[in-house]
């Protein structure tokens, strides 16, 4: 009788924390592309956790995003890491809380734009240039992407749900700095304006 309680209660446990089971990755981007197919923009509240290589020690932060198909995206980040990113397609701006401003440019192949644009209709193969793996538990997707190049990002990592929402994303670069951003307070298809992604 012991021993069945404990099969029983160890099947409960293994149910409620919903064990993600590896997918082809073709489903996985399939998933990400029926997910985001209905949704024109959105908003959010996040924290952020970012690990620089260069300083051995992860910051905490919080902030909002912004996102707008095919190839905005803005984020702002509160005191005391203040900060404003807005990136358009693969132009990446930065202002600091003192007004120094930073300007960096991806290549072609890593903006927005090119990404969107192979979800954007059904998926038949895994585009060329990216590795990707996939899992799944129940209405809850992650995707891994990992872009083959010499671009800044090394791997980008997408949770989301069925119907669009994001949950978690991860931005791993190449040099070796990593963040985090768990997504909360989603709001869809708000109507955001060219004016929701200006730096001034």
Request: aromatic share 6%; net charge positive; proline share 5%.
């Amino acid at each position: 009788m012991g021993r069945l309680m404990l099969v029983a209660i160890i099947l409960l446990c293994s149910v409620s924390l919903g064990h993600a089971r590896p997918i082809a990755p073709l489903d996985g981007l399939e998933a990400l592309r029926k997910a985001f197919a209905g949704i024109t923009d959105f908003t959010a509240d996040i924290t952020q956790e970012k690990r620089l290589s260069l300083m051995k020690r992860t910051m905490t932060m919080t902030g909002t995003v912004r996102f707008r198909k095919p190839d905005l995206f803005y984020l702002e980040i509160s005191s005391p890491y203040a900060s404003r990113m807005v990136l358009r397609d693969n132009t990446l701006e930065q202002v600091m809380a003192g007004g120094d401003r930073n300007r960096m440019v991806l290549p072609p192949e890593q903006g927005l734009k090119r990404w969107f644009s192979k979800i954007a209709v059904p998926i038949t193969s895994v585009p060329e240039g990216m590795k990707v793996q996939a899992d799944v538990s129940g209405p809850v997707y992650t995707v891994t992407i990992a872009p083959q190049g010499k671009g800044q990002v090394r791997e980008l990592v997408i949770t989301f749900q069925e119907d669009g929402t994001v949950r978690r994303l991860v931005i791993a670069e190449q040099n070796g700095d990593r963040a985090v951003m768990s997504f909360r307070k989603v709001r869809r298809n708000v109507g955001l304006a060219e004016k929701d992604f200006r730096l001034d």
